[in-house]
């Protein structure tokens, strides 16, 4: 019913009915054990295992993307670690530093490559500066990547898997900021697995807020050896809820019968629709390719009055290239193809 | 209608129906402005400026009562400086260093008083010892105590502002842990205000979630200029939701209509009833004067076999006379007057 | 040849004559390997392998008590973790936060005691509470004592191993601050041994600067598994020296032909000399037997007047008895035999 | 009478030999005034007032170079914040994660340029992001330069006010890495003034150890403001020494009668000898334009043999040409002139 045309994050919106109705029902049944001792959550940690195809993966519920991220950096390093990531890394330029108060002052290290992904050469490169047991320099612990990366672009299980290949070989383990992931999976066309763990990642912060849920997120160790930590470090970070249903209610009405699928697919599809409505036009240049739910173009200024005008909402971007401005559209589950349709027409002028 | 005669404590209820509802219908409304700058979270600010007679407080929604605690902490000391508090308070002994974390180190020292309550004489001992200015000595930044407190008792106004002018005395502000703060202010029969900031107290903690809230907590600075760095330690710690009305919603229907204190009434009153059933009976002692919603009593083994056998939950608690075993009950909004009734009558067998 | 009356402290005295030339030796030796890989530093680990009967100990030199002290207790507690010391701790009272900041906010949680030592069966009630794997609680990890204490007692190699076995069976690291270890040692009688990683010590702090050093301690690891990130700490708290030796020629020449217990030797002789004197007097009265180089006694107004008109220094203290003023006097190996007549003749007027 | 071609640092050499003598007279000087309050201390403090023609600067003593980056960098930035840094600078590659951990975790973002002079118009651009207040982003701080830089170059002062009018212009903070700032200054010829506080700087780390002192260097704050918390930071870093003096005495001797410019101009004409008989020679190209005490070249394996076949010692570097082994070659003020011919010669063949 809503007629905003409002592309400017997918936080914005608001959350999957079928996920406010399982919130309330969980709340509706009385009692239930506190601290993630609840059948919910264990539920929810059943429903990763058979998604991912991991029969023992663990999986934690917290609040944030921030705080999933930075929760599970700490537990891959040491305080005088690095953790390696692309420049435009939410956890490098939009948390505030959260890696690194988590961590004990861990380093993040910026590792480039084109349209936000860490390129596998760069990272070889600095790898092979062999620091490991040097105490002068920090030492290299971890490469953290973004999937869907910040720039709208999917890694490949291949690309993935080449890169976790990198660290290992070196002793590093993996993350994957999640927070995009379904929008990932659904536009690769793979397996959950094929592109976490099966292709190297140790850890994965999985996404669920931007994707339809009101708040929550789970931080998935692959490999259990790692989380000995995570308990303690959630615990002082003050992420551990009481009434962990809160959390674990969301997550499991967002697994069940597929919706977080659904609702990443949908987000991709209202995107393509308005890829494809925009480079129609002229002088209208993506900047990446898209390969979720975020659709990053330079346009003509006259383009973008036209779109302001019509009540359109959107952020700028740094464009790639002098003399162009650039700018992000990001769509949800919410987005109506209507909202589409009129943000097209009203670019097309 | 659910028979648990759970007493164990005030996180295993569920939350009120006024909340869910409020909850749903939140989400319901379509997209708002995302990260707090939303209409629901600026009315839960105004409702706390009518609830506190303040007219300049800023509050801010967080999700657990240690984030509120540790954050609003690190607002109030530099790494090097000190916290003192009751050895039993909540941020020593059950927030796993969440303090020392997000304040960068800061030392949290004991200072010790009967039943829950910082002794001000001792207090003043303490501060005597002046080593402000003084780089070897961590230094005195603030002082904070729990309302109610840790043993169930309540600080009376003037207790509260004895405490704060000595704090003040010395340059140390003041902080008030109220995950309880309902239930002492309904035991005390004050105005909010009279035991908060016009006894001195600067910063608050104001507690939801064990009072009928899914997980909402507000830190409240009735002096807003020690809120300075408030925004960016919340974002950097993880706390900041996007979708903040998730929390914003609960606290607005947890103020709306004086449901809060109605919830807090109803607590204290149900563990009165356990109270004068209990202390009626032989060898049954109160290692505190129950002046909130939980209850401290050393109980003689049959009793507590009985109790147990009757299918009550309840956790021990150090009992502090030699040859005595004791427990803690906790109620909350949710126990029920029969629940009660049927602990009371399987204890007095 | 100065006539200053100086019983302040023991940092105010220079350095003994054989360590200055030591050190003036060592830097005419021409290049020497930096970082610690050099000669001089290995002859101090050796010396201490001799002198503490330890074949296998790692002993890594740090420039201050306090980096010292800090270094070693972040190497044996997680950030949320728990070390337990005496509330007159230095590392408590006097490194302003020094343990926190190292250790990334692990908790400092007194245990109090007679005459500056830990009471075995406080500690033993203290560690009984079993918070172990439990999130909420802050992890108990190590117990710290100092020897001498803050109070210028010595523990026996039995109160040290009763505390040590405590610790340890509740899986606890034991570390001692031993700023003035050869004190200790001296006024027990006992091997270096038997006092420390015989009766249960796994980390020592070897003091070395208030007892004739010009600025140098030892990070002693009896249990080098426990070693295992420290040299990644000391670098990353600039305390790795480039030029080693400005410490290791230090140490090699304190530790050299016994001149680390004869300075103690000394200086205790010139404690035992004021301790003597002053309490003959009226109303004079030591607040601790005095077990190192460190006198605290209770003087009438008289008496202190007449000692500061002789232009002696000391510090006061507080006392333990309401109506007396105390203070503290401190020998040094620099403290001559008259300067101790002197005072007690101005003390008995 | 030292044969040994030692080129792999300054820190292996001994240290000057009045540097000794002037720490032996400190400390047969009987008792002194502890942590700084001595006489000598204050002569530092007034030798660095005049040589940097400022009367107000404050200066402290400390004993290493990252200690004085850390602890100079931990007050110009909130835990949340950013300093901007060369990617090759000391603080970012060589010291542990100090910075971070002094800082309670702020973030070192590298900004780029050739022969590791930060490039102006990367910072610039960098700077032109507008992050400031808002809560996502770690907040820019500081920028902090190397002089002489880790390439062996030096910033002119129009380069240093370039890039400190940036910072000012946006708010931010300017340290200076001066660990080689007296080989920066001779190979300038302009004033200690001119190249600082002058160009803009507001902190100094100002070196010593590297150019004959045995370990001490100053922080020093041309602004006092700015210097607000060092004391309690440095203290509670472990790096308040008792005896001062053991720095203060160094610190004097290396100021007095411009030794500390004499070694320099040394250790240059040194190096200036071995880069006028290296690139004689086929084959060899610098890396940089030498400015300061260090050398880059890159040379034909026949020539590294030869030069290790003859006893040189010198640390590989990494070439910024494929194809080419690199190497660095550093002089101090202990370097001989025979030392400098021998090595040539062997080079040569």
Redesign the interface.
Known sequence: ??A?L?FR?D?????H?AI??A??RA?????????GEDPLTERVVQRLRAIFEHASLVAYP???G???N??ALSCLT????VVYCHPAAHIQ??????P???S?????V?VDGPAGKLDAQALAAVLA?DVKGV?????PAAVSITQATECGTSYTPDEVGTLAALAKEHGLAVHMDGARLANAVVHLGCTPAAVTWRAGVDVLSFGA?KNGA??AEAVVFFDPAKAR?F?????????????MR?LSAQLDAYLDNGLWLANARHANAMAEGLENGLSRLNSVRLLYPRQANELFVALPDAIAERLRAAGALFYPWPSDRPGETAYRFVTSF?TRPEQVARAVAAAAG
Do not use: C
Request: proline letters at 8%; zero cysteines; a negative charge.
């Open positions: 019913m809503d905003v409002d994050s936080n914005t919106a608001g959350a009915p406010i109705e919130l309330g709340y509706r049944a009385g009692p239930m054990a506190s601290y917290v609040a944030t921030t705080a999933a930075a929760l040491p305080p005088w670690g330029v939009d948390e505030a530093g959260a690194e108060l988590f004990g002052g861990a380093k993040l910026p500066q105490v002068h320099h920090p030492q807020t009101l708040g930590e308990e303690f470090r959630r615990k002082r970070g003050g992420h551990l809820f009481s009434k809160l919410e």
